[in-house]
């Protein structure tokens, strides 16, 4: 059932990010005039089709992708679309409104990933409250041990063995290292006042030194707030920023450290297995957030100005502009073919790199 669940909570994901991204093209293209015979959701052999006004709406076999067929593009060949006027192809649009059509898909997951992780944030995003309110306590902790409950605020701290008393105004003053109380003990007792709705309560702890956080742990998580709505706007971009920074280097280690960067790359079966991963927590937000990271990544990765994706087609557009006539239709197509043929070659191999970590 669990497998079942997987496939079909992938299958979104990737359906979702690649309608969006068609979409884009396909509703820009339309606002221009040009026009569009298929809309089509996959590769391969044909699922399911439906004839509207002008376009055909497909859903194919291979789910890793899908295209829009717009009047005026190289590789389109179709009969039907050589009777097309002029003035309804991407050759007789202007310049301007090509790079618009060719970026448009870009936009629109870039766009997805806003919504949901806005989405995410508004409904279930959560800030650390400014004091050192008591949030989540761990079992058997000295903090569970010396009687602290949930929704306690400390306020202070006493240090027996150096008599020292820090006054608590956040989280932050009750990470404890050995440095700032100078001392080497392993072991300290330390007296902790706290706010209990209102009220003073005087506890006793005793805690030991915790050598993988370098600090005298007491076992408590931090309290948290939801975001208000500012918050979560705030939030949603500087997720997507740091989402886009990530992605970006990623893509810069590629260039200049191929052969140690290609090898940590994931496919189709990759994405797969964080998707089941994701898929075993039962968290929505973890599965909405991965749709978000993964939109971004498809949106960067039609940027590169590879032959045959969105990047190459904007400065096919622009060059053309400069020259003030088209570049020959061949070398366009030879270039395209020989950039989806590299973009596949990767695949492959990224897949083939997934495939043997599974059963590493």
Known sequence: MQTIITIIVFLLILGSIIIIHEFGHFIAAKIFGVYCSHFSI???????????????????ALPFGGFVSMAGEEQSDEEELKDIP?????????TYQKVIIFLAGVFMNFVLAVVVTFGVNALS?????????????????????????????????????????????????????????QTTASTIHVQIKVDRDGQTKNLQATLKYDQSSQAYKLGIYQATRSMNIAEAIQYTFISIGEMSVAIFVALGQLITRFSETVTQLSGPVGIYQVTSQVTQTGQITYILNLLALLSVNVGIFNLLPIPGLDGCQVIFALIEKVIGREL??????????CGLGLVMLLMIFVTYQDVLRIFQ
């Open 42 to 60: 996959g590769f391969g052999p044909k699922l399911w089709s439906k004839k509207g006004k002008e376009t055909e709406y497909e859903i194919r």
């Open 86 to 94: 002029l003035e309804r192809t991407l050759k007789g649009i202007k």
């Open 125 to 181: 995003g959560q800030l650390p409250v400014q004091t050192a309110q008591v949030g989540q306590i761990i079992e058997n902790s000295p903090a569970q041990q010396a009687g602290l409950e949930t929704g306690d605020i400390i306020q202070e701290l006493t240090i027996n063995e150096t008599g020292q008393v820090i006054l608590v105004s956040n989280f932050g003053d009750i990470q404890l290292t050995q440095k700032d109380l």
């Open 328 to 337: 020959p239709e061949k070398i366009k197509i030879a270039l395209q073919l």
